[in-house]
Every structure is written in C-alpha cells, then in structure tokens.
C-alpha cells in the first residue's frame, strides 16, 4: 500500500513525464518528425491518466 507522500510523487513524476512529451511532440512538429507525433500524444494521455488515477483514492475490496 502507497503513503500519502509516495502516491503523491507517483503523480508528479507522471505528472512531468507527461509535460517532457509534450515538449517531445512540439520538437517532433518543428522538425519534421510527424510519423511520431500521435505516438507521443498517446503516450502524454497514458501518463495523465496516471497522474489523474493517484489523485483518486483507492478503493477497498
């Protein structure tokens, strides 16, 4: 079970994993790398998502 301040680290690092692909994908756009971009975005979503889920409390079975 995660500690308060573990899940809470757990969420910025998804957090600024999620901001690096986005400056991936601005990068990516300026240089001619479109065959990527979609990849990276759905990447980004994956990591909010994860960032957003450790916001949320666990539920207990």
């Given at each position: 079970?995660?500690?308060p301040r573990e899940t809470s680290?757990?969420?910025d690092t998804a957090g600024?994993?999620?901001d690096a692909?986005?400056?991936l994908c601005r990068v990516?756009?300026?240089e001619?790398?479109?065959c990527i971009i979609l990849?990276?975005?759905e990447?980004?979503?994956k990591l909010e998502i994860i960032a957003a889920e450790a916001d949320e409390p666990k539920k207990s079975a």
């Open positions: 079970m995660s500690t680290s757990y969420k600024k994993m999620a692909v986005s400056y990516a756009a300026e001619g790398f479109e990849d990276l975005l990447i980004r979503e």
